[in-house]
């Protein structure tokens, strides 16, 4: 994909793939993976740093004679994720809007044209 | 490179992490390999263990960084155990981000420019040693002419003629003196500094 995930929006999908159901280390990297660029080996911080700041838990299973760390998004966790998608809303409405025109758009065409404006009498009361 | 080899090469990248952090990154990457359906397809995905060393020991440093200035990154306030880490700890937070800078992608820059500050420490010490054994060569190089100068001259005047000796006596002393004092400079200053330098390259570098 052209378009770079950055740590926030990885994070909101950690917390997204997770609060859709506990996973492990490795289906959750796969999950991501379907959906975003993201590699094997960037993942494990991205969790280390959602369970440091509160946001995702840890418990082990038991799984093949060893045991498989699941994760689960927390109360804060859960609050933050509703944070991310509300802001994403507002993030991804005015992307489209820039690409696809509509009323948002005449609103920031016509700040632009005002701001234009301004600028041309300013410079020609230098003159 | 199978399995265990890669965990053990991981735990020695993380080898100055501290324990509880570098067995959880170990598990981690157990885990991840051991349920992979294909062992050698998920250690080619992850790539280098010291990539994968270097992306941990980064975001830790961060996470420490953050911790010890009392930022946490989020609107949240610390837990209890976050406090007590902060307790103390201006130190090891200063190694902990020294190792993640090492660890992390903009080492290079960094690298450069400790090595421009080695640089000039090198030349300064090497000018000043350099200055004080000019000084100490000269007043050894003078003591036989004004020891000839002097003797030459008591016949005509003993008391200058004392003098010149005493002052070519004390040239060579102090001449001497040093001399000692550039072995002692030499010795101290740039053993220290390689001391110093071969610490932080077996402290900080990757390799």
Known sequence: MTFQVGSALLDACTLAVVNRGDAYGYNLTRSLKNVI??????????????RSDNLLTVYDIPHDGRNRRYYRVTEEGKAKLAEFVAEWEIFKERVDTIFTGGEGLKEINLEIESGGENLLEGGADDE | MNKQQF?????YQLRRMPQEERDDAVRYYDEFISDAENEAEAIKGIGSPANAAANIIAEWGALAAAE??????????????GEEKKKGSAFKTFWIVLLAVFASPIALPIAFAIAAVVFAIVIALAAVVAVIAAAAVVLVLSVPVALVMGIAAFPVNPLSACMGIGFALAAFGTGVLLIKAVKIIAKYGFGGL???LSGIIKRGGKK
């Open chain 1, 37 to 50: 660029e993201v590699s094997e080996s960037a993942l494990y911080p991205v969790l280390r740093r959602l």
């Open chain 2, 7 to 11: 965990l053990k090469e991981l735990e």
């Open chain 2, 68 to 81: 010890s200035t009392g930022e946490t990154g989020g609107k949240n306030q610390r837990t209890s155990s």
């Open chain 2, 194 to 196: 390689a001391r110093w």
